[in-house]
């Protein structure tokens, strides 16, 4: 398996992750571009890797920019400036993660191509400018309001009582900036950045959003919450329900009234029944999302992990963005309402963890496990099967050690059937 997962390269900081390897990424990458902007999550080792990446940057005689601390698509947004950019954060993992996320100027991520070049001048060590051909280091300001301002652009006024809960990420600053210049009025949560994420842990679950939810119910308005990066967004309902980013994709097709969008394959079949066809369907992983949507001209992709794009502004998945846009399709609405109004399929998300030097034994077992299945199989990604009621994938993480398991059906014993034979299945390709 090479460094790079379905989101950039991440691991573990003094284990996967460590200067050495942020100096290679950085000659790497500057081997292949004149200007870099690079910016960086709140997290304790973000200043550690931003600059190995300088220092591998000026080393292969490129010119860095320092954005300081911002969101991944305010990042992306600055990326429009440069050569690329690189992000370095490990989005909604654990703090002990970090990782380097890597931009074109349109904001989609790197492509596989791209992404091959990187890892063979990481393997090779990239170019080593002379002493005369080395650039200073610069700072890169008002990321931040540029971002903010094109939003405002996209969406305009809107008004609304909302709940923002910032997880302690990098959003603490720019998202209730926002909606407050959008014209609503926001309580916040966790608008405070700290990179040991104390208010709750940086994914935006529901079992980690008691708060949020909580404070949701007491006022009777609706809420949205980041991860510790900002390419997220989930929302809350007026009754602090939890509402997931697979409802919000169904939300967004329905509101938006597309003809066609993109979602990678463990997105609900309730996307197909609102589009009226068989939307396109990729690779799990925002950077897939964003080449359909790049290679087929389509208005809109996204996510059930409750990452959206929306091609008119850029292709990088944009919590803020994403939160703001929802507001506005609302009108006024309710969100329990619009939600409600969708239809609806029992589903199941479940994962299983295993020992990474076992990668590729484990691959080729869940293979023969799951394609002895009785289906309709594809294998866009990993090993999903069509059974007619419903479906169910199965496949290995691209940024962790886990197997991923997934299934939904249009009745609910359908669903417990399907899923007790996929657990088995997984467990003993497993053990």
């Not at 200067?19 to 571009?33: C, E, H, N, Q, Y």
């Not at 300001?141 to 305009?156: F, K, R, T």
């Not at 949205?224 to 989930?234: N, T």
Request: aromatic residues 6%; contains cysteine; negative net charge.
């Amino acid at each position: 398996m090479g460094l790079f997962g379905s989101s950039g390269i991440r691991g573990l900081i003094g284990k996967d992750i460590d200067a050495d390897l942020g100096v290679r990424i950085g000659r790497a990458v500057g081997s292949l571009s004149r200007a870099v902007v690079i910016g960086k999550d709140p997290r304790t080792s973000g200043d550690l890797v931003v600059s190995a990446l300088v220092a591998g940057i000026i080393e292969a005689g490129a010119e860095p920019y320092r954005a300081g601390m911002v969101p991944t698509p305010t990042l992306a947004c600055a990326a429009s400036h440069f050569d690329c950019g690189l992000m370095v954060t490990a989005s909604h993992n654990p703090p002990e993660y970090n990782g380097v996320k890597m931009w074109n100027p349109d904001g989609s991520a790197f492509d596989g191509e791209q992404t091959e070049n990187v890892e063979r001048l990481i393997a090779e060590g990239g170019r080593r400018a002379p002493w005369n051909e080395m650039m200073p280091e610069r700072l890169w300001e008002g990321a931040i309001d540029e971002h903010v301002h094109a939003i405002l652009e996209e969406v305009g006024p809107v008004e609304r009582r909302l709940v923002i809960d910032c997880g302690c990420g990098a959003t603490g600053p720019v998202s209730p900036r926002l909606f407050r210049e959008l014209g609503c009025d926001i309580v916040t949560l966790n608008a405070n950045p700290d990179g040991r994420f104390p208010g709750r842990p940086s994914e935006p679950s529901e079992g980690n959003l008691g708060d949020l939810m909580a404070l949701c119910r007491a006022k009777g308005v609706m809420g949205i919450a980041h991860d510790g990066d900002g390419d997220r967004m989930v929302a809350v309902d007026e009754e602090g329900r939890y509402v997931s980013g697979d409802r919000l994709l169904a939300l967004f097709a329905s509101l938006m009234k597309v003809k066609n969008m993109a979602a990678p394959v463990d997105a609900s079949m309730v996307l197909d029944d609102i589009v009226g066809r068989s939307i396109e369907r990729t690779r799990v992983g925002d950077m897939f999302v964003s080449e359909a949507l790049k290679k087929k001209g389509l208005p809109f992709g996204g996510e059930p992990s409750g990452t959206f794009i929306f091609p008119s502004v850029n292709y990088c998945p944009d919590g803020m963005l994403a939160g703001a846009c929802l507001i506005e399709l609302l009108d006024g609405r309710s969100l329990k309402d619009m939600v409600g109004s969708l239809p609806a399929y029992p589903s199941m998300r479940d994962s299983f963890s295993f020992d990474q030097s076992r990668r590729e034994e484990i691959g080729a077992r869940l293979s023969e496990e799951i394609s002895s299945i009785e289906g309709d199989l594809t294998t866009v990604d990993g090993y999903r099967v069509d059974l007619g009621y419903g479906w169910l994938l199965v496949r290995l993480s691209g940024t962790e050690p886990k197997v991923r398991l997934t299934a939904e059906a249009r009745q609910r014993e359908d669903l417990e059937k399907i899923t007790d034979m996929a657990r088995v299945r997984v467990r003993k390709a497993l053990d």
